[in-house]
């Protein structure tokens, strides 16, 4: 990539929406843009540094894209949060939302300011900060790591541990059997790798991943992502403008909020989009989408159904009208595309 001398490269993060367009650029995979003058919010081509802020300008709800980038030239900072205006950018590979999500964790991991540390040596202990940027780790079995300060980072990975993290820019991550990780604030990031864990986060702009077998992901806050990749897992999100993923065979998959999207990629697993405006995507074996809600749709591969409802509004609320149960031949009912009830009657979603 080429900058202007003396200038370092700049890793980052950037979004797009659906056409790979930002502020009306057209950008394009492994291209490298160009301008003589920045301003942050104003001129040059912006990026994150914190993959998690990306989303604040990108819903993953709303057809966003994103991809890792590398910035360069003249640089201006927005000194309210990561974001950089660059006078080159140069566009590398799409990672998608689950991609940015897990680029969150380990930036979350890497790049928090410790403040204070403290490390326990004993099984059975429990450890809590609350100062900002604080930082709290425990790896010993039965161990629970609190921290209620900005930036810090709640750490298990014992056995049975939990990890809770109350703070804005906050990870909290836990590793082991059995665990708990939890985040209640801003820009947050909240990670169980272990089998039977669960995160769970309520701040807006947070992410709750959950890849151990039999996990459960939930996120209720705005602009939030729910992701599972192990068998048996569930990902719920609660609030619009939403997205909830699962990967792994025999999951569950839920959003209840409107204009939210929930996708199931693992085979016999069931996406249920039960807020207006909301989408289903199954793209597992003999899977199932499940439209709702009012005006929702849903879409599958070949050999999965599709559940789909039909709403009457009413003074008082919408009441149900009509269901119908199609299957995914590729004829009748096409793969990979969106499928509505109205007037009673299966068609392509508008």
């Known amino acids: 990539m080429e900058i202007t001398a003396g200038n370092p490269i ?39 540094t914190s993959p998690m802020e990306v ?32 006078a080159v950018l140069h566009v590398g590979k799409e990672i998608g939302v689950a991609g940015l999500v897990r680029a969150g964790v380990e930036y979350a991991r890497n790049n928090v300011l410790v403040g204070a540390r403290a490390d326990f040596s004993s099984a059975n202990a429990i450890l809590v900060g ?17 921290h209620s300060g900005e930036q810090g980072v709640a750490n298990t990975e ?10 804005k820019s906050a990870l909290a991550t836990s590793k082991g059997t059995l665990s708990i990780a939890a ?3 801003e820009f947050n990031v909240s990670a169980a790798y272990g089998a039977g864990s669960i ?6 702009a947070s992410a709750a991943i959950s890849e151990g077998r039999a996990s459960v992901a939930a996120s209720t806050g705005s602009n939030a992502v729910a992701i599972t990749s192990g068998d048996h897992s569930v990902a719920v999100c609660l609030a619009d403008n939403n997205l909830a993923i699962v990967e792994g065979g025999f999951s569950t998959a839920i959003v209840n909020g409107e204009a939210s999207v929930v996708t199931a990629e693992g085979v016999q697993s069931i996406a249920v989009a039960a807020g207006r405006h909301s989408a289903a995507t199954v793209n597992g074996e003999q899977s199932i989408a499940m439209a709702i809600a009012h005006n929702a749709k849903a879409q599958g ?14 003074a008082s609320a919408a009441t149900l009208n009509e269901v119908k149960v199609v299957q995914v031949d590729g004829t009748k009912i096409k793969a990979h595309t969106f499928y509505q009830l109205i007037g009673g009657k299966v068609v392509l979603a508008k």
Not at 26 to 47: I, N, P, W
């Open 199 to 204: 995160a769970a986060t309520t701040g807006e």
């Open 158 to 167: 014992g056995h049975r541990a939990t990890a809770v993290a109350s703070g």
């Open 301 to 314: 591969a070949i050999g999965c159904w599709l559940v789909l409802t039909e709403w009457k509004n009413t």
């Open 10 to 48: 700049i890793p980052g993060f950037k979004g797009f929406d659906k056409d790979l367009k930002c502020r009306g650029h057209q950008y394009v995979l492994d291209g490298v843009t160009k301008e003589d003058s920045v301003r942050a919010c104003g001129r040059g081509f912006h990026m994150c």
């Open 55 to 86: 989303i604040n300008w990108y819903r993953p709800a709303m057809g966003s894209r994103y991809a890792k980038v590398d910035g360069g030239g003249k640089t201006d900072k927005d000194a309210r949060d990561s974001k950089i205006a660059c």
């Open 183 to 185: 985040t209640t604030r």
């Open 130 to 146: 609350s100062s900002a940027r604080s930082q709290v780790l425990e790896q010993h079995a039965c161990a629970v790591s609190v």
